[in-house]
């Protein structure tokens, strides 16, 4: 039997369950596992684990699972949510999103070595193979096809008085003192776990339930570019991007010979990119980098953090405007993170992306260390404070 694994975030690899579930699967079959999404990949390099589980695509949960089901027999999702009702909630949404749900026979494994894990039928078919899944992992079993969970539910509908299109969506699975993001950026804040956001045209106008962070929403919609989201099919989440401790491991290929860390030259030409409060693409975005440029506190940590294990050094630029979606993080020796005064961050990015960047998300420079010079020029009437790493 052909069995593939669509892994989901980093808690269920940091707790050391992914790699165990892999391994009694392989007793049923031949098993390939993916990771489905982003967030995930760190924790598959800490683990030591990117020769088992492929990190080479960069999809989301449904787009892996369509693929298995092309070549398995059996699709399996693994995951641990922040609870047993927000793990089936996000199930339920990622079959929401596939074209043939009843394709291949469809398994979540939800929080395996918990008390509440749980192994759940996502469709019909899989109730030939539920009961020797749950003797094989020792996870108890849902036998039937759960009634669909809460999910985040989207509304639209025609505002009366301002004739706008007006969407809102449910969030579910929200804890009081949560960030909520929106497309990887901090939008607001939840003050119950009833939370809705709502949009109008495109342009997110208020969060029920919920404060708004005005600051993420310029950022979300591109400034004086106002651009819209599309609300029904955005990336919406709730609390910290790594909730596990992570068992950090050395960067790959980056040792010494003494077992140290060693910095990395910035000699010559290169790639350099622009990862600007967009952390969750880093992975795509460093393919081929030599150095990377990061704007926003929250993203200099979880981008500098991603690269630390790529050997990818920094430049930062940052403003004391720091959420903590990190649980924690390293960065790359070679780096250097440059704190502003309150506020400038983001305008010293966009001087960035203009002037160096020619209004790109990469470039190729003949001079790294003349780069990092003029990095530093450009943020220097604002700049607070150097650290070198």
Partial sequence: MKIGVVIHGPEVIDSGQAEKVLEKLSRLGEVKAELGGTMGKTAVLDAGLEHVIDISRHLKPSACIESFFDASDLVCLLNHGKTLETGKAFGAIVVSRLTDPEKKPLIQIESPGCACGKLIQLNQKAGEYI?????????PAETKVSPEPQIDSVRTENCQKTGKKRIVRKLSGAFPGENILVNGIIIGRAESPDVSIVSEDGFI??????????????????????????????????????????????????????????SVSLAGAGKVVLIDHAAEHTFELADGARLAVTVGDDTTAIAGDILYRLGIP????????????????????????????????????????????????????????????????????????????
């Avoid at 009961?131 to 996870?139: A, C, D, F, H, R």
């Avoid at 106008?205 to 919920?210: F, N, P």
């Fill in 314 to 389: 920094i430049l930062g630029i940052t403003d004391g405007d720091c959420d903590d979606l990190a649980f924690r993080t390293e960065i790359f020796p070679g780096s250097v993170i440059i704190r502003l005064a309150a506020g400038n961050d983001d305008i010293v990015g966009r001087k960035l992306k203009q002037e160096l960047f020619k209004g790109g998300e990469s470039a190729v420079f003949e001079d790294l260390l003349s780069l990092k010079e003029e990095v530093l020029k450009l943020a220097e009437p604002a700049t607070e404070a150097i650290f070198e790493y």
């Fill in 131 to 139: 009961e020797k899944l749950s003797e094989t992992l020792g996870i």
């Fill in 205 to 262: 106008t208020a969060i029920e339930g919920g404060a708004v962070k005005e600051h993420g929403l310029e950022k979300l919609h591109n400034y004086e570019k106002r651009n819209p989201v599309d609300l029904a099919k955005a990336w919406v989440k709730s609390g910290a991007v790594r909730r596990s401790a992570p068992g950090c491991r050395r960067p790959l290929n980056t040792t010494s010979e003494t077992g140290g860390l060693e």
